[in-house]
């Protein structure tokens, strides 16, 4: 089965600048997932989906991040004026409603902020 | 707040030993945890899970160990391969709806030959 497709995988911006990343997920698979890494740093959850709707983005800075998933399919990630903090590998993963799969994780997007 | 811990931030092994990954967790919620590897460049990738139910699952050359009554969880490889050099992470999720998971920050494992 084709895996979690994200893009794109490298992005250089200026601060207070906009960006947007991409996430296919498996097919089939109910539950999305946007994890931010930074350097040195665990996965941290910024939303997840289940189908098109949010279950969670209790930790996703409203300000300025925004996400969306149309159709309960692709998922678009948004930061919106960008900051240096912002720097991160961009997740997505994506899992069936079993958890016991756990997830399957894209190659992310490898966001520098400068 | 750090709910999953992981101290060691790297531990090396020469090829053909163990390799013990060690993870601590403090919310008594989790049941159920999960071990991930990542290479450079890729996404994590899970290797191994292991349910509140049970205090051992195997497979293969890897072995995950569970303490509910310490929370703490350990990842065992044998024997360990150069190949199994990557960053580990653990992984925990809790008795509600979302089942997101929490993870550590990470071992990075180096096996050398």
């Known amino acids: 089965e084709a ?3 994200q893009s794109p995988r490298y992005k ?3 601060k207070r600048q906009s960006v947007a990343f991409w996430c296919n997920p498996i097919s089939g698979h109910a539950t999305l997932y946007w994890y931010q890494q930074i350097l040195g740093q665990g996965p941290k959850l910024l939303i997840q989906f289940q189908n098109n709707g949010v279950v969670d983005d209790s930790q996703l800075p409203k300000d ?6 149309l159709k309960g399919v692709d998922s678009t990630l948004k930061i919106q004026p ?26 992310g997007t490898r966001l520098t902020v400068v | 707040d750090q709910q999953v811990k992981q101290n060691s931030p790297s531990l090396s092994v020469q090829e053909g030993r163990i390799s013990i990954l060690n993870c601590d967790y403090t919310n008594s919620m989790f049941d159920y945890f999960l071990w991930y590897k990542k ?12 349910s509140s ?13 569970l ?10 490889i044998v024997p360990s391969q150069p190949g199994d050099s990557a960053v580990y ?17 990470g071992t990075r494992l180096k096996v050398l030959a």
């Open chain 1, 64 to 69: 300025r991040f925004s996400a969306e998933r």
């Open chain 2, 53 to 65: 139910i049970k205090d051992k699952n195997e497979d293969g050359r890897f072995t995950v160990f």
């Open chain 1, 82 to 107: 960008a900051k240096l903090e912002d720097s991160a590998v961009y997740l997505c993963a994506s899992s069936p409603l079993d958890r016991s799969y756990g997830y399957t994780f894209g190659s």
């Open chain 2, 89 to 105: 992470f653990c992984a925990a999720s809790g008795r509600t709806g979302t089942y997101k998971y929490i993870f550590g920050t």
């Open chain 1, 3 to 5: 895996g979690v497709a």
């Open chain 1, 12 to 14: 250089i911006i200026e």
């Open chain 2, 67 to 76: 303490n509910k009554s310490a929370k703490h969880l350990s990842l065992h």
């Open chain 2, 39 to 50: 290479y450079p460049a890729e996404g994590p990738t899970f290797l191994i899970s292991i």
